[in-house]
């Protein structure tokens, strides 16, 4: 990345504490994980050195009050480490957001015996799952079919299966949302609770094979008959779907984080390249068309940051009610990563196609940011219909 492009990065100020974590990730990521990234792609193995790194530098514990073994650094602090570790490799960068995606609910909305019982295995690094994802229940979270039946006073039994769960095979704590048997099957019979590891009934049905985030475990899931405590329900029967709303907000700004990262690191990738290929006796940068496209993609990787960090202000200031601002991010970020990962490929040439370079990775990783945490088609529709005036 060009000193630059560094300038225009609109990071909001960060504590001295934070500021000295985000600098701490930015060395792991540039020594330990980007170096590693290419093998674990092609294996598609899931990267434990990455994780046992992140968990050595204690990041799982930013996120988490200090009340429960955390550090309760900002949002914004947490966005740009899922920024750096992204950049350096796209599927390390999300199997750790997703820890963050399942125990933010558990932090704005549990009990507080949930959280001294489960939050400080966070802080200390446990692997943590969200499933809300089944074969007729996508972007459309709530036709989910998942049953949750009340066992007597103290146990609910789980029947039913999710899909494309991020970390679902390697997780310790699975977030997991589905309908109270009592309630009916509409959208307020929706609830979530936390699941563990091992619990009998539990199984992995597969581990999915990937275009790319080929070395972040992707698995269907079954359940069948577990039993998990009355106390693991997160908030009351029934409440799932405002709590589903409030932590897909806190998410989906970590997603276009994630994006983010990929689109800085294949825009860096494309300029240093072509400040160094020649073409007809000039480097490729100094032709004028390709100038052009710089600018184009630089600005829009700069506004579209300075939205990152707007977005991470109304967080960190408590406001709660952000959900066409989370869509336009969320939208906005991937779109930008899916034409900035293509476009340096195209700077790349043929070598561009080649596995050697990294920007074909990135081209793979960046096109499941569109999809994920709601499809760019949905948060359209969700950032239009905020307008329609309601009479």
Not at 311 to 321: K, N, S
């Amino acid at each position: 990345m060009t000193p630059l492009f560094d300038r225009l990065d609109a990071l909001p100020p960060l504590s001295d504490e934070e500021q000295l974590v985000l600098d701490s990730v930015k060395a792991l990521a540039r020594d330990e994980i980007a170096p590693r990234a290419a093998a674990y792609d092609r294996a598609a193995e899931f990267p434990w050195q990455n994780i046992e790194a992140i968990n050595a530098l204690g990041l799982n514990a930013m996120f988490v009050p200090e009340a429960y073994g955390g550090a309760g650094m900002s949002y914004a602090a947490y966005l740009a480490c899922v920024r750096e570790i992204s950049a350096a490799c796209a599927s390390t960068g999300i199997i750790w957001a997703t820890n963050f995606h399942a125990a933010k609910p558990l932090i704005d909305f549990g009990s507080e015996e949930q959280k001294q019982r489960q939050l400080p295995r966070v802080a200390a690094g446990a692997l943590l799952a969200l499933a809300i994802t089944e074969p007729e229940a996508g972007s459309d979270a709530t036709g989910m079919k998942t049953r949750f039946s009340p066992v007597g006073n103290d146990s609910v039994q789980i029947d039913g299966g999710k899909i494309f769960i991020t970390n679902g095979d390697v997780a310790d704590l699975i977030l997991l949302f589905g309908k109270w048997s009592e309630l009916g099957d509409g959208r307020g019979a929706i609830t979530a609770l936390y699941l563990e590891k091992h619990t009998p009934g539990f199984s992995i049905l597969r581990k999915e094979e990937k275009l790319g985030h080929r070395a972040s475990s992707t698995a269907a899931l079954a359940f069948d008959g577990c039993r998990v405590p009355r106390a693991n329900v997160l908030g009351e029967p029934g409440q799932g779907l405002p709590l589903l709303l409030a932590a897909l907000n806190k998410s989906r700004p970590s997603v276009a984080a994630h994006a983010l990262g990929i689109a800085r690191a294949a825009f860096g990738d494309a300029v240093a390249y072509i400040n160094e290929r020649r073409q007809s006796g000039r480097r490729i940068v100094e032709f004028q068309g390709i100038q052009f496209l710089l600018a184009d993609l630089a600005t829009d990787l700069a506004m579209c940051e300075a939205w990152l960090w707007h977005v991470a202000g109304l967080v960190d200031a408590g406001i709660g009610d952000i959900g066409p601002e989370a869509s336009m991010l969320k939208m906005r970020a991937s779109d930008l990563a899916m034409l900035i990962a293509t476009e340096a490929v195209q700077h790349y040439g043929g070598a561009g196609y080649i596995a050697e370079n990294r920007v074909e990775r990135l081209l793979r990783d960046a096109k499941i940011t569109q999809i994920w945490e709601g499809t760019n088609q949905l948060h359209r529709q969700l950032i239009g219909r905020s307008f329609v005036e309601r009479k």
